[in-house]
């Protein structure tokens, strides 16, 4: 008893109690996404009972898997387009505005940097409404991919520019002068020093902006306007009262295994950007991936 | 631009910069010929970073003007100066290598790639640092780092140099040897270096002039044995070490001394302001300063009876901390000759301070 009582107070020993709730925590958080994905490769109709092994439901179905179901195949072309297109867009501009909000000192500099957090705040749903009754009424810009794509990149960009702010100030303006001094005009200064040393928070924002538009619901599905503006989670929430086949839990699998690439790529590419530095104010931006991934 | 002025010359005329209410440089006017080693030494705040960064062109002065070799720098901006900087914390570009960052200067000016490769060796070289260019800044030391700053800026052959605390963030041993490195290489590339500190002993060792700052003012500008011997005002007297300031009435004749009293005491002062009258400041340095045993005859000029409050050791000499008659506190060095010590705690004295190393100060510059 005395023995149990020492092996577990010992206070040179493992933290155990935090051992164990740590685990408990990822057994449960995991194990609803593990048992989804298994049920993607059930052989039968079921997404509850388990009647054998098959790839079905992603492809050999002529009819109704990922591949063959045009809803289905659709809904995961229109995630990964809406993706790309908010990348695209929204990780330039976040980067310029972010350039721009540093360099801004004067009056306004302050509520303007103030309110480039409000799209964060906002509650999503307030978001997605006000922007489809200005897309339709006031700017008569058509549902659909565009207003969705608009749509992201205005939350997006707040993103981008939180994560590349954050890193500017830690850069500091000595870099730059630096090249100025060494004969760069301000534009060459931006594209030869700021550029290489903004890499981690530029790649940091392009993942962040990937999980957000993969993720987004609201805002998608107010701006889409039919069957084929449906994206990855619109497509499951609205199957959801209708008979479903195990060929949803494929195409969740499969837009998580896509986000999981997306990020295993950024990470890997990050490590050898962060390997010609070494420096320790680089940490913080691998923290800034680590903290704002979803 | 006249043909006598050397290249590298600067000149600072009533240049003045705010930052809202702060007066970081408050009409500074300065002349630097060129080759010189000139420093601008304060402590932090007193506007001598500030002044270098507005000869580089960093900053926009507020009023007056900088002149390089006689030309105005008002409508010039930064990467079209010749003129270079070392920073203080290097500023070396984290993901190029060491070659790289040296050739980056060369590179925008589009100078051909074999005699890039050429000049890089060679001022890579002359900073000893032959065979680290393919290295990142991240592996070297914090003195390589140092040199590789200096042969960055060297490389463009500026007729100007700007130093920012260069030796700033080196352990002190580092510091001695790079200071007579750097005088070293200014005298070698023959340039006008502009150097920034706040430590008093790299400047003397180091400049040919030196301006001590405070207040974004100039206070003194003089060689480093005249900033030293004969601190124009009392804050450099303050600034430059120990120094023992006293307040006395002074009773200037206008002749070749000025009589002073002290307490109860006359003194007289052959140094400074010989026509001050009325409150004055007085300086003497501790190295200057008699001390004679109580026994001895006090009648002599400028002797004033004291007790040694304490002695403390510095290796090459003992500081004694002395008590005049008059409540001041006075310190004075007593080299370490390896005689005996003469003086112990409590022990009555005699002080003499002789009136050729005797001063009298202003508080401030006279207005020109």
């Known amino acids: 008893m005395r023995r149990l009582?020492?092996?577990?107070?010992?206070?040179?020993?493992?933290?155990?109690?935090?051992?164990?709730?740590?685990?408990?925590?990822?057994?449960?958080?995991?194990?609803?996404?593990?048992?989804?994905?298994?049920?993607?490769?059930?052989?039968g109709r079921s997404r509850s009972v388990w009647q054998g092994f098959s790839t079905r439901w992603y492809w050999s179905d002529p009819t109704q898997s990922v591949l063959h179901d045009p809803t289905l195949r659709g809904a995961l072309e229109q995630s990964i387009k809406l993706a790309t297109f908010d990348m695209l867009i929204a990780v330039p501009l976040g980067v310029a505005l972010a350039i721009g909000l540093t360099r801004w000192r004067g009056y306004g500099s302050r509520p303007v940097n103030l309110l480039m957090l409000f799209p964060l705040v906002t509650p999503e749903i307030v978001m997605a409404v006000s922007l489809l009754l200005v897309f339709v009424t006031l700017y008569h810009i058509q549902l659909g991919t565009t207003a969705q794509t608009l749509g992201q990149v205005t939350f997006s960009i707040s993103y981008v520019v939180l994560i590349v702010r954050g890193r500017l100030l830690s850069i500091g303006r000595e870099y730059e002068e630096a090249a100025n001094d060494l004969g760069a005009s301000p534009f060459a200064a931006i594209r030869l020093v700021l550029m290489p040393l903004l890499a981690p928070a530029i790649l940091a924002s392009f993942i962040v902006v990937f999980a957000l538009s993969i993720d987004d619901f609201v805002v998608t599905d107010y701006l889409s306007s039919?069957?084929?503006?449906?994206?990855?989670?619109?497509?499951?929430?609205?199957?959801?009262?209708?008979?479903?086949?195990?060929?949803?839990?494929?195409?969740?699998?499969?837009?998580?295994?896509?986000?999981?690439?997306?990020?295993?790529?950024?990470?890997?590419?990050?490590?050898?950007?962060?390997?010609?530095?070494?420096?320790?104010?680089?940490?913080?931006?691998?923290?800034?991936i680590a903290t704002l991934e979803v | 631009m006249s043909p006598a002025v050397k290249e590298?010359?600067?000149?600072?005329?009533?240049?003045?910069?705010?930052f809202g209410d702060v007066t970081a440089v408050d009409g500074i006017t300065l002349h630097i010929p060129g080759g010189e080693f000139f420093s601008l030494l304060g402590?932090?705040?007193?506007?001598?970073?500030?002044?270098?960064?507005?000869?580089?062109?960093?900053?926009?002065?507020?009023?007056?003007?900088?002149?390089?070799?006689?030309?105005?720098?008002?409508?010039?901006?930064p990467h079209k100066r010749k003129v270079n900087t070392v920073f203080q914390s290097y500023a070396l570009f984290p993901y190029l290598s060491v070659a790289d960052n040296v050739a980056f200067g060369l590179r925008r000016r589009r100078e051909p790639r074999e005699q890039i490769r050429r000049r890089v060796d060679e001022v890579l070289a002359s900073v000893r640092l032959d065979g680290f260019g393919k290295r990142r800044p991240s592996q070297l030391s914090g003195g390589q780092q140092q040199r590789v700053a200096l042969a960055r800026a060297l490389v463009l052959s500026p007729s100007v140099l700007l130093l920012d605390e260069p030796l700033g963030a080196l352990d002190a041993k580092l510091r001695k040897s790079l200071q007579l490195e750097l005088k070293a290489l200014q005298q070698e590339f023959g340039i006008t270096f502009v150097y920034v500190t706040h430590d008093q002993e790299e400047a003397l060792t180091m400049s040919d002039r030196i301006a001590v700052m405070s207040g974004g003012r100039i206070e003194q500008v003089a060689s480093p044995e005249e900033i030293y011997e004969e601190p124009g005002t009392v804050f450099v007297a303050d600034f430059l070490g120990i120094s023992n300031l006293m307040n006395a009435t002074a009773n200037g004749s206008g002749d070749t001394r000025c009589r002073l009293r002290l307490g109860d005491f006359e003194l007289v002062a052959c140094r400074g302001d010989l026509q001050a009258r009325g409150e004055a400041r007085i300086?003497?340095?501790?190295?200057?300063?008699?001390?004679?045993?109580?026994?001895?005859?006090?009648?002599?000029?400028?002797?004033?009876?004291?007790?040694?409050?304490?002695?403390?050791?510095?290796?090459?000499?003992?500081?004694?901390?002395?008590?005049?008659?008059?409540?001041d506190t006075l310190h004075a060095l007593q080299i370490n000759d390896g005689m005996p010590r003469q003086y112990k705690q409590g022990m009555p004295v005699r002080v003499h301070l002789p009136a050729e190393a005797l001063r009298v100060l202003h508080e401030r510059p006279p207005a020109p």
């Not at chain 1, 958080?29 to 994905?37: D, G, W």
């Not at chain 1, 490590?271 to 320790?280: G, H, K, M, N, Y």
């Not at chain 2, 590298?8 to 910069?17: N, R």
């Open chain 1, 5 to 43: 009582r020492d092996w577990w107070a010992n206070p040179w020993g493992k933290p155990r109690f935090l051992v164990v709730v740590t685990w408990a925590y990822i057994v449960w958080s995991i194990a609803p996404v593990l048992i989804a994905v298994l049920f993607s490769f059930n052989k």
């Open chain 1, 226 to 288: 039919d069957a084929s503006t449906q994206t990855v989670p619109i497509r499951i929430y609205s199957s959801v009262r209708g008979t479903t086949t195990p060929a949803l839990n494929a195409l969740a699998s499969l837009m998580m295994v896509t986000t999981l690439l997306a990020i295993t790529a950024a990470l890997l590419l990050y490590r050898r950007l962060s390997a010609r530095e070494r420096r320790p104010e680089q940490a913080a931006a691998v923290g800034d």
């Open chain 2, 43 to 77: 402590p932090s705040g007193c506007g001598k970073t500030t002044t270098l960064r507005l000869i580089a062109g960093f900053e926009r002065p507020d009023a007056g003007r900088i002149l390089l070799d006689g030309k105005d720098m008002a409508a010039t901006p």
């Open chain 2, 283 to 327: 300086v003497i340095r501790p190295e200057r300063v008699r001390v004679e045993p109580y026994a001895t005859d006090g009648s002599g000029e400028n002797r004033i009876p004291g007790m040694i409050e304490r002695v403390v050791y510095l290796g090459s000499a003992d500081q004694l901390v002395i008590r005049l008659a008059t409540g």
């Open chain 2, 8 to 18: 590298g010359t600067i000149e600072l005329v009533e240049l003045s910069k705010r």
